[in-house]
């Protein structure tokens, strides 16, 4: 009786050790709501077009989700830590995209005194300290996000990539990341024969003190040697710079950028309706030789009251050259954007969203319109 006491202690004992060592957490967000969108321009033929849909929203605020992530100490600092995270859509039940941890799926080694080091599917380094710097809407909130003119910081992802974060050293932190194809399975490179990989890099610092939170970012990706021509062998680069202040009563946002040789990823709000079935201009993800875009933000956040924060934003996409897809008779594309949400505990929120757009995808006559209330919960 005693010995089974004895061995009964000493299991309770390791299990309790082991579970202090190691830990699994489950988290996610859900968000839904109620949108309405609308297009309106003219199409290449010059005839006057309106697309509008209203029905329920999923992720306007913060994309739907669920994931595990854990640690495990393995003693002197470091530890082993995983990640594994799922879109989805709220109102099909269904995952985003092909993957089953589309957003991310990763694993690494992390200390505080040399950093973190991750492998896997992950959002590039200029998207994890850019993003909400430059803009009170961050990544996230449809048409008014970040992505309408910086497309390099709006949550951008690749497949296969190796990312080192250096630890936070008095407010500065340096980050980069190297992917062996953005997308898809590597594949196999023949003896003379063309790159068939997408490659990219990703790299920022940012230094986080007090009211004072400033970033810079470089990134490229070259398009595989293996396209069609006039994609083939493509470097699309782009380089960002924003900063926000938080005077207490408001937090002011400033963002500049520029963007060569293409796009990063398209703005989900903006891309809605597909435009090109109208024979008109869109900006999405991939090489365009020869495009030159500047972009601009400017934003806001202020409290109200003891629960709510009131957002404001404006951003700008000025093509300087439309390269060898948009051509050069190109407008400026500006997204006007005002939102608010109240906390009505820890985790849930209620939230709304106007925002307009001009000149949408950089053509003379195209507008876009979106108005949404919804529903927030984090667990």
Known sequence: MKKSLLVAALITGFAGVAQA???????????????????????????SFKARSTGLASGVQSASRWGLKGTEDLGNGLQA???????????????????????????????????????????????KYLANVASPFGPDWGQASVGSAFSAINSVRYDNMIMYQTPNVAGFQLGVGYSFNTSGNQQFRTSGGAEPNERAWTTAVRYANGPVAVGLSYDQFKTAE??????????VKSWNLAGSYDFEVVKVHAAFG??????????????????????????????NEGMKVNSYGLGLSAPVGANGTVLAAWTLADPKNGGVHLGSDLEKQQVYSLGYTYGLSKRTNVYALGSYARHVHFNDDLKATQLTVGLRHQF
């Open 81 to 127: 830590v995983f990640v594994l995270e799922n879109g989805f859509d709220l109102g099909t039940g269904t995952s985003s995209g092909d993957k089953l941890f589309g957003r991310q799926a990763t694993i690494g080694l992390k200390s505080a005194s040399w950093g973190q080091l991750d492998f896997g599917r992950q959002t590039t380094v200029s998207s």
């Open 258 to 287: 520029q963007t060569r040789n293409g796009w990063f990823k398209a703005n989900a709000g903006l891309t809605a309706y597909d435009v090109t079935a109208e024979g008109l201009n869109s900006l999405t993800k991939g090489s």
């Open 21 to 47: 060592e190691t830990s699994v957490t489950l988290y996610g967000i859900v968000d839904g709501g109620v949108q309405y969108q609308q297009f309106k321009g003219t199409d290449a033929q010059g005839e």
């Open 226 to 235: 293996t396209r069609p021509a006039p994609d083939n062998g493509v470097t």
